[in-house]
Nanobody, 113 residues
Framework: QVQLVESGGGSVQTGGSLTLSCALS????????MGWFRQAPGRGREGVAM???????SYGDSVRGRFTISRDNAKNTVYLQMNSLKSEDTALYYC????????WGQGTQVTVS
């Protein structure tokens, strides 16, 4: 059974930093992409950052230069380092994984005020 478990969310002041973690288990393929998405109240889901199987990364326009996605292959864990946080970064952050991002976690709340 494939499972994604996010952690690291919380409340932080504007300008602060947080690191989110997402641990993947039960996925047998060695090549997959992992990504972070977010959804704020009353808004649609937004792509935040993506890490492809070849190691390439991409970011949403609103977070580029402030957020960094990385992965520890030995731990099957992907991280999202978030710096210079703004109030508009407040959202429920989801991790997704798989060749077609078919697996999703339950989300972790990030509140910036």
């Amino acid at each position: 059974q494939v499972q994604l478990v996010e952690s690291g969310g919380g409340s932080v002041q504007t300008g602060g930093s947080l690191t989110l973690s997402c641990a993947l288990s039960g996925y047998t393929s060695k090549t997959y992409c992992m990504g972070w998405f977010r959804q704020a109240p009353g808004r649609g889901r937004e792509g935040v950052a993506m890490l492809e199987g070849d190691g390439s990364t991409s970011y949403g326009d609103s977070v580029r230069g402030r957020f960094t996605i990385s992965r520890d292959n030995a731990k099957n864990t992907v991280y999202l380092q978030m710096n210079s946080l703004k109030s508009e970064d407040t959202a429920l952050y989801y991790c997704a994984a798989g060749s077609d991002l078919g697996y999703w976690g339950q989300g972790t709340q990030v509140t910036v005020s």
